[in-house]
């Protein structure tokens, strides 16, 4: 099975800034790495998939980057809608598995 | 735009089953893998399995193995999970997701194992 990390488990931003959250991966999962944003009360819903394409009607401000072990998801300046729990999720091989998540938190 | 409703969740006692449905809308569902992802409160999501677009292959997590089963009906487009000898710890939210990358998720559907 393998294992995804993500760092830092909570972000600490002022709305406008910029954030950088990673996942790290026990063993490669090429470029089938996704990313996910779940807010209170609701489903998770995909921002990233194939470690660096937007999905539907996601805002320019989130980008993915990485493949193999080491990913990164950057918001380029946080909104104040933007704060919520992000969990990156691999593909590569069953079992899918995800990661603990980061919350990004007002400062 | 695609749309995915779950429903079948419950209150069951522990050792009982329930039947968990999807109905796919605003795509063409038979193209699609599907997925089954639950979220206990207060923890993150866990995959629990997937059906290919053609019922060719189907995997399941460790924790669900034997005792889940998923299935698909292309015609009426509709996914199922038939869930047996339910403990407790199988208690959480239930989502049907659309292909490997979650491309749409469903609002979900509660399932609670309790005496």
């Known amino acids: 099975e393998i294992v995804l990390t993500q760092s830092p488990a909570t972000l600490s931003v002022t709305p406008g800034e910029r954030a950088t959250l990673s996942c790290r991966a026990s063993h490669t999962v090429s470029s089938s790495l996704a990313w996910y944003q779940q807010k209170p009360g609701q489903a998770p819903r995909l921002l990233i998939f194939?470690?660096?394409s937007r999905a539907s009607a996601i805002p320019a401000r989130f980008s993915g980057s990485g493949s193999g072990t080491d990913f990164t998801l950057t918001i380029s300046s946080l909104q104040t809608e933007d704060f919520a729990v992000y969990y990156c999720?691999?593909?590569?091989?069953?079992?899918?598995?995800f990661g603990p998540g980061t919350k990004v938190e007002i400062k | 735009e695609p749309l995915l409703v779950e429903s079948g969740g419950g209150l069951v006692k522990p050792g009982g089953s329930l039947r968990l449905s999807c109905a796919a809308s605003g795509f063409t569902f038979s193209l699609y893998a599907m997925n089954w992802v639950r979220q206990a409160p207060g923890k993150g999501p866990e995959w629990v399995s997937s059906i290919a677009f053609n019922s060719a292959y189907t995997y399941y997590a460790d924790s669900v193995k034997g005792r889940f089963t998923i299935s698909r009906d292309n015609a009426e487009n509709l996914l199922y999970l038939q869930m047996n000898s339910l403990r407790v710890e199988d208690t959480a939210v239930y989502y049907c997701?659309?292909?490997?990358?979650?491309?749409?998720w469903g609002q979900g559907t509660l399932v609670t194992v309790s005496s």
């Open positions: 999720q691999q593909y590569n091989n069953w079992p899918f598995t």
């Open positions: 194939g470690a660096s």
């Open positions: 997701a659309r292909d490997d990358s979650m491309l749409n």
